[in-house]
């Protein structure tokens, strides 16, 4: 799709629909599913590519690959196979690499079938001493500004990310035909960003900026891209309030879906006879310790399995943990060894059921764990004092 193509569809889902959703994607199963599911448009990011690895976004200004030659791969061999011709494709380029000569490397974006770019990963999202240090090097926001307006002058749809005024203000003068103000890193979910803005302060961010452009280029499309807003009713509260036209998700549509989808499948597979999040394997398992520490996870465990073979061998392989610091941990917190705590539980039971039931001794045995029953008997006398045979009648005696 040329760039007049793209711009005729968006202003038609904007006229028709009232607002313009984008998807980053990173690899020809996510493009296929939000292709689907009605995204107006979908841009090529290596972000996308490290969320599907299990890494954050963030993972894009790292030297783990090169920015521009993953995009490429994604998009010709993985993406494009699998995705119609009738859906804008951006090209998520990182202008500031050394390695490449823009202008023909932006026709080669163009030749390979994309139908725009946008500045990601982008200079706008780094700042302290790293940024001023960028900045002295060469690696400059104004090479992104400058990027943007040669890919208009070839003919290329182009997004501009930016994260304030004055960003956005440059880069409507280089002719950008989205503004797209980056919130930041997607919060939520495993991976999630631990640090972010509130939507109070996006929306007074998006005020700002998106006056701004109405001012100065009102056919720019104003859009948003996920930070704070990971939710429908957070995406409606920004529309509400400020004269967004879209919306842009990378976690939103991809990782943080994966995650529950994948996640809850699983489990439900691994504890279909018992959908309790209190489960104490699953929570060994996952080594949630934040509802309590591993010592209650492992007397819940004893208290529900003991009438099973329970050793703290294989509780600590589950857990990912080595059995010595689990035993240490244990008698730590509980004043006793896993060992002698599990005996007393079992023989607690024992006496319960030689009280209460109408079992035999080896019947109660079996309920408490003991295939042999000379060495339940054994280990009952030692801690009670008297066989469990004796105590049961001596507990009749007691009833007449």
Known sequence: ?????????????????????????????????????????LLVLSAGKYRIMGRSSLASYFCFGNNNEQVMEMG???????????????????????????????????????????????????????????????????REIATIRLANHLGLFTMAFVTNRDEAEKMLAAGADVICIHLGLTKGGILGAKKYISLGEARKLMSEIFAMCKKKNPEAIRMIYAGPANTLSDMHYLYKNSDCQGYIGGSTFDRIPIEDSVLGTIKSFKFFDNSNDNNSVQQLIERNWRRGNVVDSIRQYIEEHYMEPVQLGDIALIAHMSSTYLSSRFKKETGVSFTKYLLDYRIGKARELLEESQLNCKEVALRVGYGDYMQFSKMFKKYVG????KYMLRQINNNK
């Not at 984008?22 to 995204?39: I, Q």
């Not at 008297?386 to 045979?389: E, F, H, M, T």
């Open 1 to 41: 799709m040329d760039k007049e193509q793209v711009l005729r569809q968006l202003m038609a889902q904007l006229h028709v629909n009232g607002h313009i959703i984008g998807a980053s994607v990173g690899s020809g199963m996510t493009a296929k599913l939000a292709r689907l599911g009605g995204a107006d448009l």
């Open 76 to 142: 010709t061999r993985e993406i494009f196979p699998v995705v119609r011709d009738d859906i804008p494709m951006l090209f998520g380029l990182m202008a500031t690499d050394p390695t490449i000569q823009m202008y023909d490397y932006l026709n080669k974006i163009k030749e390979n079938g994309f139908s725009g770019i946008v500045n990601f990963p982008t200079i706008a999202l780094i700042d302290g001493n790293f940024r001023n240090a960028l900045e002295q090097e060469g690696s400059t926001y104004n």
């Open 386 to 389: 008297i066989s469990p045979k």
